[in-house]
């Protein structure tokens, strides 16, 4: 805007634009006096580049005790307020945050298949889930639990609650329900197709869970992100193993995989053992299972069950002959 009865030339009438400068000096007498640096003997490596001396860094002085038991480090692995379960795998245990399956948490399960590695893997841990009255609540399991199986895992059949669920809106829903009412025991639900923001809803309701959750997911969830604290990726290993791989915990990530030997010790009492003392190699072992026909396979497995009466002992003699009669 243009003042009224002033030039239209700015340049002819240069008080119009009045610029205001400040500059404000600091005297060198009004600043506080410099710390003196410390100094290192002469034989110090390095020479300060202003005052052309070995400066040394002062000693640590060691953190007041409620300071230190606060402090976390990038290195180690995080703690965990609520109470754990322990896994059943000491392996395992070392690794996860506060020595266990957590509670009032998520925790992921991500696997190739549905069915295949769950169990193995809280099979450990099913007891100590079901204590003091508690349940194992099964929420859309992709194939109808095995009662037998469950009961050689330490559990009975009025403690295992089967809810059938069709569509992934119904997943959900029972999923959340159940959590909220926070029931005595462990939660499992299969959940192949949730999203992000669903699953930080149900992290959001599972603080008030004293139960532990453990979701199951497809493998190619590790893709997106997630709002659960703890996920784990399960493979099938060599042998009876299981390949299990931290994903995501609270503290320091973990790219090496763990390899938790995970056969049952009901099961150990009635497969042979050939079939216990799997060699490592994956090509070794069917290799061997290709070398042998299949019908000494079967005697073999069902002398060692006690099906049979062992083999007899063949004559050594080459002049022995069976008596005639």
Known sequence: MQRPGRSKNLLACPCDAVIYC??????????PPALPLPFCPDDAPDLH??????????????????VAEALWRGTEIGGQAAATVPTGFAALDAQLPGGGWPR????????????VCEWRLLGPALPAFTRERGRLYLVAPP????????????????????IEAATPAERLWAT???????????IVSWL??????????LQVQAHGCEAPVFLLRPVTALRDASSAPLRLSIALGAGWQLEVRIAKRRGASMDEALHLHALPGQLARVLPPRLIRLPAPVAAAAAATAATPPSQ??????????????RPIALAHPLARPLAH
Do not use: Y
Not at 22 to 31: G, I, K, R
Not at 176 to 186: C, F, R, S
């Open 22 to 31: 400040a500059f404000v000096q600091l005297s060198a007498s009004t600043l």
């Open 49 to 66: 580049p202003a005052v052309g001396m070995r400066p040394c860094a002062p000693e640590p002085r060691p953190l007041p005790a409620h």
């Open 104 to 115: 009032r948490s998520l925790t992921e399960l991500l696997t190739a298949q549905a069915a």
């Open 143 to 162: 194939k109808e639990p095995h009662v037998g199986g469950l009961c050689q895992l330490g559990l009975s059949v009025d403690q295992v609650v089967w």
């Open 176 to 186: 959340e329900q159940l959590i909220k009412a926070d029931p005595a025991g462990a």
């Open 192 to 201: 192949p197709q949730a999203r992000p923001e669903q699953i930080r809803r």
């Open 297 to 310: 396979l079967e005697a073999a497995d069902a002398r060692a069950l006690g099906r049979i009466a062992p």
